[in-house]
């Protein structure tokens, strides 16, 4: 059995330059301390790279030691399919004209824009522990870029939420969802990861500027929950009030839920699926630059 990996594990260039961070003298500007304190600047795009690959490792051998963290990934997208398929199923797809196989075929494809956006604040409460654990601290002081750091999370968060959508299709199968387009699946779930690697940033944003993964997790609570069931995720919008109606027509959620819903069983596409790049490209322009301004100003 392998060592349990340490939280502070690090970077193979970081650890080779951390001695000469901490044995300096004080008035003496090494090069390995200039580089500390102003990483961006002086790391190239290939070091970039491995620093981002070596802390994607580390994340990784992380939840290898903690196989718990998999839980949520694992469970969620079970409980959610049996859920709705068999307790809402029935009446909602006799609304729909299809009975319960006629809403499998519409729910499966909302849940997986679903899952890019539950499994998105993960991303923000793990980022708030290791800020409590001091392992952000250790990062901060070694020579490795900045963005690395936030970089490994999103990849792996990223991995996770793959993970979930597996689990996800698996369970939709025996349930009796039908895969008629395996291009437009594969479509699906990429639109899905392009969407939520861009909510990624709003939790990485919360999970530096709010004290504790607790607070995370409920303001995440807070924002999930009138998006996901204000949306046409689970049932169509038709029949909601006109003032809801109007908000799931701005919902992000809803035009990557029915853009899903077209590539995987037919019909209209175009325009969510642009509605969804849209608001993708929208939000990581705005957050991205303060979630890495805040995590290089947090002290």
Known sequence: ???RPSPTATPPEALRAAPSITTAPAATTTPAAT??????????????VRHTGALVRRNLLWIRQDPE???DALLMPIVFTLLFVYVFGGSIGQALGGGQ???VQYVIPGMIAMMSMTLSQGVGTGFSQDFNSGVMDRFR???IGRGSVLFAKIAVEMARMLFATTVLMIVAVLVGFDIDHWAGLFAAVGLSAVFA???MWVFLTLGV?????QSVQAMGFMVLFPLQFGSSIFAPTQSMPGWLQSFTDYNPLSTLADAARGLMVGGPVAHDLWITLGWAAAITAVMAPIAIHKFRTKT
């Not at 580089?35 to 970039?48: G, K, M, N, Q």
């Not at 500027?209 to 993964?213: E, G, I």
């Open 101 to 103: 196989d006629g809403y």
């Open 209 to 213: 500027v709010l004290k504790n993964a």
């Open 35 to 48: 580089a500390a304190l102003a990483p961006d600047a002086r790391i190239s795009l290939r070091a970039h």
């Open 197 to 199: 690697s861009s909510i």
């Open 141 to 143: 002081s070694l020579p």
């Open 69 to 71: 963290s998999m839980f």
């Open 1 to 3: 059995m392998s060592a």
